[in-house]
């Protein structure tokens, strides 16, 4: 679990994502597209749940990215090659499902954008077509744009300044899209609020849509309960029924509340530790 490399991505207006490259073979020899890990920077530390971006079984190493958003983040993104994680779990969660369905739309924005590279990869190897829209504040804020190039047949970049791309949202995009050809499948990773604003755009046009949550997790075995999410009426964990579920069914309300419970807490702990 020993840190080979450290990349920072991003460090613009306060925001700083940073990717880690892991020493972690077991773990990189049965990654799927999709999953995740959980993982302790130190002892003492909480454990935190971050998508798997990309899984070399040959050198057996994992990378993750991850914005330094909270107390624990901000810790990890302290540690340097050659720093040990205190612990790394996983693959954890159902791996996305990977077939042709046709013609696929993958919608990202912020720090999710990496999430749906690996999905990306792993749809257009298996046939097929792929359009991706990006969406982050500006132009400096994007991120894996070349990556996911390479991995789509066509890319939309949308900024909320319009300093680059087309100036609007990613469900601008989706929308314009969607009412001029029928596609199979929408995979969307990214804020709550753009996941939801992607299941209601799709839901008009009947388009099949998986989103992968990121609902607070503590255990992520399904043990704690921590994560639970409700969709089309039924309630689910996170960690092992998803992270990927249908977007047209879950309760984006009660997800996004829910995802909120803590941050009185999480401010508190980073104002006792401004340092970080």
């Known amino acids: 679990m020993k840190i080979i490399n450290k990349k920072l991505i991003n460090d613009v207006g306060g925001v700083k994502i940073t ?18 890990v959980m993982l302790m920077a130190s002892e003492k530390g909480e454990r935190i749940p971050l ?20 107390f624990t983040t901000k810790s990890l993104g302290k540690l340097n090659p050659g720093d040990t994680l205190y612990s790394l779990v996983g693959p954890l969660g159902h791996p ?8 696929v739309i993958l ?54 300044d ?19 050809d029928k596609y199979d499948l929408i995979y969307s990773v990214g804020p709550i609020p753009m996941m939801k604003r992607v299941a209601l755009v799709s839901k008009e046009y009947n388009t099949k849509t998986l989103v992968s949550l990121n609902a ?17 009426g039924e309630v689910k964990f996170s960690c092992v029924d998803g992270p990927d579920f249908d977007g047209h069914g879950v309760d984006w309300d009660e997800l996004e509340k829910r995802n909120k419970v803590y941050s009185l807490q999480e401010k508190h702990i980073c104002n006792l530790f401004p340092a970080l």
Not at 20 to 35: E, F, V
Not at 115 to 137: D, F, Q, W
Not at 145 to 159: F, G, N, P, R, W
């Open 51 to 70: 998508t798997l971006v990309n899984a070399d079984k040959d050198k057996g190493v994992v990378s993750l990215i991850f914005q330094e958003a909270g």
């Open 216 to 232: 607070l997790m503590v255990d992520a075995t399904g043990m704690c309960g921590c994560c639970r999410v409700t969709v089309s």
């Open 162 to 180: 319009g300093s680059y791309g087309r100036k609007g949202f990613t469900t601008d995009m989706l929308k314009e899209l969607l009412s001029k």
């Open 19 to 36: 990717q880690l490259d892991i020493i972690s073979p077991d773990i990189a020899s049965k990654a799927l597209p999709g999953q995740f």
């Open 96 to 103: 996305t499902e990977i077939k042709k369905f046709g013609k």
């Open 107 to 160: 919608v990202g924005g912020g720090v999710g954008i990496a999430e749906i590279l690996p999905v990306a990869r792993a749809l257009k190897e298996a046939g097929n077509h792929i359009v991706t829209i990006l969406g982050s504040r500006n132009k400096d804020l994007l991120i894996l744009e070349d990556e996911l190039k390479s991995a789509s047949d066509q890319v939309y970049i949308m900024t909320d």
